[in-house]
């Protein structure tokens, strides 16, 4: 089996107009709340999923959360990630990691050239599983030194829904947990938002947690995102003091992601899981840095920008060493998500993953894949047994929203 091409398929949804970027550098102006001549990154849904072909008509899927264009642009430029491995043996996932790393090392080793190494890496460890009949976490198992986990693939693995955006008032962000609690989830995460958590002030701060706990019950853990508002580390540990008897799982993204020193500061001034780690860090070096000198509580590579699962894995096991969690970010992106399902399967120090409930929905995140997402009763998710990862693109989906790269 050789790899013959690699696609870069960008997805739009305009959805209802009011989807909200998360870079205020992008936000709707005068509009009205329609998305009118703003950026083509705001007002609706932005997705770049890549796949991999080969010449015996299996193909394999990754997911990147950047623009399709630059991912694009990544992969078949001349020096591109499509050139180094047309003709390669796809089931040869490591391998090939390293040649895309080595051979893009003077223009990447970090940031977006990782995320679409990361994403092709994905598809391959799909096309592998599909080879051989055998679904991705049997091939990706590694051992994680001494520990106290089972021996086997966990056959459910645990999401926390990220409830995105929480809301304009505490009426919306009791109506949206419902919303999620009603998927039967175990537990879940607010964001910051202007006029709430991490905007205004400390009582509105407190008002927004308790309104959290009081909807979501005494049993869910709840996990906070603050997007990096607070600037010092007296303010962070003014709040987290205030709101640590809501019994928070951790306070995500406190301070500014190069503030490295401050998130040492605070983990170590506070009882309370400080995590970290979507907001553009890849691979285990940046990850060595957050461990080693943040002291970091939480890590959250992302399933979509860190490097690709195996990379994960390195992270998930330097920060095991630490005594301290993985917890992989993906938001929406749901080929990220079904990643995430077989790294959970056989990391032992990842109780959670994040899993999207978005608002406006969207086919791009409901129903991008099939078989559907299944959360049971008991807050828990299946782990896909079949070949590869288990899913396959939605090509009624894709027809419908597909675009040019952008």
Known sequence: MKITSIETIALRDDADGTVTSWNPSFEIADTGGKAGNAPASTGGYDLTVVRVNTDEGVSGIGQCEAPSLVIDGIIRSSQGLEALLVGEDPTQVQRLWQKMYDSTGVYGRRGVVIGAIGAVETALWDIAGKAQGRPVHELI?????????????????TPYATVYPPGANLDELEERLNIAISRGVKAVKIEEWPGQFGNVDVETDIAVIEKARSVIGPKRDLMIDVQNRWRDVGQALRTIEEIERFRPFFIEAPLPADNIEGYRRLAEATSVRIAAGDWGFSTRHEFADLLRRGRLDVVQPSAVRAGGMHEILNIAEDAYRFGALCIPHTWCH??????????????????????????????????????????SDDGTMEVPNRPGLGYELNEDVISEFRVEPY
């Not at 079904?338 to 993953?353: D, K, Q």
């Open 141 to 157: 198992w590694r051992s994680f030194a001494t520990t106290a986990s089972d021996t086997e693939p966990l056959r459910r693995v």
């Open 334 to 375: 749901v080929v990220g998500v079904a990643a995430e399902l077989h790294l959970a399967a056989i990391t032992p120090n990842m109780p959670y993953f994040e899993f999207p409930i978005a608002f406006p929905p969207s086919p791009l995140i409901e129903n991008l894949l099939l078989p559907n997402f299944v959360i």
